[in-house]
């Protein structure tokens, strides 16, 4: 598996997750705020599409960082993602 990186800046997020047509979303049974998610277009009735905006609030307010890896370990793009604490 190649390295993975951390980070918690806006754009490098957006700009990750569009790369691969990903879009912010949040699970819809979590309660208040949400766990956050991004979904990659799979069918998954527990997601719930939010704008970026409020996702960004969310992840900013519950003080995470955005896990995500570039390349998958045979050289392909990589959609491993995770929310951590910071």
Not at 16 to 40: Q, Y
């Amino acid at each position: 598996m190649s390295q993975a990186n951390t980070t918690t800046d806006h754009d490098t997020i957006r700009k990750w997750a569009e790369s691969r047509g990903g879009r912010p979303a949040r699970v819809k049974t979590s309660g208040p705020g949400g766990i956050l998610r991004i979904d990659f277009g799979e069918p998954d009735e527990s997601l719930e599409e939010i704008e970026w905006d409020e996702f960004f609030r969310i992840f900013d307010e519950r003080k995470l960082a955005f896990l995500y890896q570039e390349e998958a370990g045979g050289g392909g793009t990589s959609r491993f993602n995770k929310f951590v604490d910071r």
